[in-house]
Nanobody
Framework: QVQLVESGGGLVQAGGSLRLSCRAS???????????MGWYRQVPGKQRELVAQ???????NYADSIKGRFTISRDNSNKRVTLQMNDLKPEDTAVYFC?????????WGQGTQVTVQGIPGWGQGTQVTVSS
């Protein structure tokens, strides 16, 4: 079982940034690099959903809802995975979980709360598209 320790959650206003960090303790370097690492999030009453994943090799993949705003990276020497979250929106509010997966077997961190407050006096905005 991989022990994952998360940090970096908190309260931020819409448009702000947070950086989540997850360290895999009890793993040595040669073990850590064999794990696919990722971040998931969950809100009450909904299933846990993938936010971003970074494989042992290859390019990261992201949920459509956060593309262009979040960046996942891994530091193998320090056995750490980081999620940089920019331009946060109220709908990003959730408990974020670090995930380590190898051979189809996942391990989870304890979760860290991210709360994004809307700007007082403003709604979150809604897209209007007019086609001819």
């Amino acid at each position: 079982q991989v022990q994952l320790v998360e940090s970096g959650g908190g309260l931020v206003q819409a448009g702000g940034s947070l950086r989540l960090s997850c360290r895999a303790s009890r793993l040595i370097f040669s073990e850590f690099i064999t794990y696919n690492m990722g971040w998931y999030r969950q809100v009450p009453g909904k299933q846990r959903e993938l936010v971003a994943q970074i494989p042992t090799r290859g390019t990261p993949n992201y949920a459509d809802s956060i593309k262009g705003r979040f960046t996942i990276s891994r530091d193998n020497s320090n056995k750490r995975v980081t999620l940089q979250m920019n331009d946060l929106k109220p709908e990003d509010t959730a408990v974020y979980f670090c995930n380590a997966e190898r051979g189809g077997i996942p391990s989870w961190g304890q979760g860290t709360q991210v709360t994004v407050q809307g700007i007082p006096g403003w709604g979150q905005g809604t897209q209007v598209t007019v086609s001819s």
